[in-house]
């Protein structure tokens, strides 16, 4: 019987090994400078951080302890964002059932303190993010650690940071939306048949089709993710899955929120629907 | 800085990753019932065993807790030979230098109660293993924990148990041999240069194309045994080693215990050479 830490490290593991995974690393595609045994060594030292959040630590503190062992490996960043997504997750199984209302809470008792590690965090890695708007009193988060000074005297609290940024990443959006896709691909995992890595990766073409990457977004553009989301759809409708995922290898687009959303599906199905391996 | 028990979760993880690994699950090829997403279910669930090897806990007691997590998941046997070779190797690590004579010396200290810990293992995982020879007063071992009391009568520690076994099973030869061959093996993935996957791989057909691998041994006979060592030598020399790999797996011959080694050797490469990632 898996723990939810050792099942939320397991998703990590699963999601990557899942094939075709358009655009991301999968058991079949390499990136340039970012290849499966990156995954696999961040997935080991996202360990200790996952243990930390199912041992009852704030939520700030289990994930910026995620973060740094995650980045123990040459690739850069792997799986901030899912890490991001499993937390609160896991915390949430841990207390008790896993579903929308009872993740809300764990979101609504976030602290300044899990704000303050979560900017912490990205000390660590680098996260490719969408600049603030001007208009916003939450500080950039790619100041990292100089910016917590100016969280605590606004008093924001990881929720307030995840709310100010859900119109631009769908990540923050799953924090705010009670993880909503999240349950859903959940739901889609759990329903299918067959081996788990290809549920997951259907589900994952699943998810992309539906809502413009936000990675994707921040990379190339509103433009090209509402782009790649339609040919996600003409991908599965036409059976030419293989060849989008290499195309997209091709052209350098990576839909890395989906996937983070997809490992975020894969934990629940493993947790709460207890699909077997 | 991954610890010792993250390291050899790590080298179970790149061992199953490198590919080609004729015969073997790898990150190119599935065996009929045994899916790579079992050795990634198999890595997880080992975890606290491999903890609890370097939290110092006694071999047989973290080897039974590493192999009843490996278990949880619907392959079969992944990884109970790998784990054999880590665990020692583990609390080598923990205990100071990791070198020939200290993981003797954590052989030679292992305990009746080791071996009866070791018996248990085979209760929760069907382990192919050779018949016992007739003469011997060693149970054997796929009698499990029935077999408890004899042990314990006998007065056999794990490492008598091991020598029984030395001369059939290559893993537990490096129990009696300082793991020679494991450290040959992390020497070579340490020398040579590129993703650490493929050095695994290519220190898989290095350990097979030297010694006939005891689990094929076992399964198809001595001579087979022989035959995929010869063969493998000719792979190496001419290249072929991706039709070597399919040719292996149609005749469902699968040298379990090279695998065995080269996932040691990685672990060893990964903890006292530091190798990156």
Redesign the interface.
């Known amino acids: ?2 723990t939810p830490a ?1 099942n939320a ?2 998703a990590l ?2 999601e990557v ?1 899942g094939t075709p995974k358009p655009g991301n690393v999968d ?2 595609r390499d990136l340039p400078d970012l ?4 995954f ?2 961040g ?3 996202a ?1 200790p951080g996952l243990r930390a959040a199912s041992d009852g630590r704030p939520v700030g503190d289990a994930f910026e302890t995620a973060v740094v062992g995650m980045a ?4 850069g960043n792997t799986q901030f964002g899912a890490l991001l997504l499993l937390v609160p997750l896991v915390a949430t199984a841990t207390e008790g059932k896993l579903m929308g209302d009872a993740v809300r809470s764990v979101v609504e008792d976030t602290t300044v303190e899990d704000a303050a590690d979560f900017y912490r965090a990205f000390d660590h890695v680098a996260v490719t993010v969408d600049d603030p708007p001007a208009d916003t009193d939450v500080p950039d988060v790619r100041r990292g650690s100089d910016a917590v000074a100016d969280v605590e005297t606004a008093g924001l609290t990881l929720q307030d940071v995840m709310a100010a940024a859900a119109d631009r990443d769908d990540v923050a959006r799953e924090w705010i939306e009670g993880f909503e896709r999240s349950f859903a691909a959940a739901d889609r995992i759990a329903a299918r048949a067959g ?3 290809d549920r997951v990766a259907e589900t994952f073409l699943w998810l992309l089709s539906r809502r413009p990457d936000t990675h994707v977004a921040t990379t190339h553009g509103e433009r090209v993710a509402r782009r790649v989301m339609v040919r996600a759809q003409s991908a599965r409708d036409r059976g030419h899955v293989e060849e989008f995922a290499d195309a997209l290898v091709e052209e350098g687009i990576n839909p890395g929120t989906t996937a983070d959303v997809a490992a975020a599906g894969c934990f629940v199905a493993l947790e709460r629907d207890g699909i ?2």
């Open positions: 019987m898996r050792e490290q397991l593991l699963l090994a058991r079949r290849r499966f045994e990156h696999l060594a997935s080991v030292g360990g123990d490996q040459s690739g081996p788990v890595p077997e391996i």
